[in-house]
T-cell receptor, first 114, second 112 residues
Framework: DTAVSQTPKYLVTQMGNDKSIKCEQN?????MYWYKQDSKKFLKIMFS???????INETVPNRFSPKSPDKAHLNLHINSLELGDSAVYFC?????????????FGDGTRLSIL | QKEVEQNSGPLSVPEGAIASLNCTYS??????FFWYRQYSGKSPELIMF????GDKEDGRFTAQLNKASQYVSLLIRDSQPSDSATYLC????????????FGAGTRLFVKA
């Protein structure tokens, strides 16, 4: 049973398109995250939701819009994709409201912009 | 100054040796510290977490925390080629402790 699952695993698309990535966790965790890992492997927090409430919104272009329909799901929609959006996007979840508990990561979505 | 700093490596050790990975952090109020391992093309997986000053041991892994020096380390005893990966230090930080900041990672190679 996959604990944190993301779809799709790979996403290849052209500049200017709009795309979505979905994430679901079956661990019963309260908090979910989106991270971006660039080509230099630096893992950077983008958003965090606790029980559908946005609690972290880093300096991310407003082309990125997260949505959490319930505490087990966190989706990421990206408008007008740019070359610099190419990266691996990881979803993660943890217990509790603060991020002081270990996080469980999904397998990542590899986004390539042509 | 970066919020979480690690030596990017690569750190190369022979099989059976002790690998020592280091991390410093800037937020003196940080309370929770994590080590994740990431194999190439895979997602990060938790190795250890530590909340209190001192050492915490789990099998071949020991995490060490010194809050006064703002320093956390990971020791891997009897290193195996399968330990070859990137090790990410992560620190819970920020107002309210809602944010986890990751270091850039240290690449470890264990030579057979």
């Amino acid at each position: 049973d996959t604990a944190v699952s993301q779809t799709p695993k790979y996403l290849v698309t052209q500049m200017g398109n709009d795309k979505s990535i979905k994430c679901e966790q079956n661990l019963g965790h309260d908090t979910m995250y989106w991270y971006k890992q660039d080509s230099k492997k630096f893992l950077k927090i983008m958003f965090s939701y606790n029980n559908k409430e946005l609690i972290i919104n880093e300096t991310v272009p407003n082309r990125f819009s997260p949505k959490s329909p319930d505490k087990a799901h966190l989706n990421l929609h990206i408008n007008s994709l740019e070359l610099g959006d190419s990266a691996v996007y990881f979803c993660a979840s943890s217990q509790g409201r603060r991020s002081n508990q270990p996080q469980h990561f999904g397998d990542g979505t590899r986004l390539s912009i042509l | 100054q970066k919020e979480v700093e690690q030596n990017s490596g690569p750190l190369s050790v022979p099989e059976g040796a002790i690998a020592s990975l280091n991390c410093t952090y800037s937020d003196r109020g940080s309370q929770s510290f994590f080590w994740y391992r990431q194999y190439s093309g895979k997602s990060p997986e938790l190795i250890m977490f530590i909340y209190s000053n001192g050492d915490k041991e789990d099998g071949r892994f020991t995490a060490q925390l010194n809050k006064a020096s703002q320093y956390v380390s990971l020791l891997i005893r009897d290193s195996q080629p399968s330990d070859s990966a990137t090790y990410l230090c992560a620190v819970n930080t920020g107002s309210g402790g809602f944010k986890t900041i990751f270091g850039a990672g240290t690449r470890l190679f264990v030579k057979a």
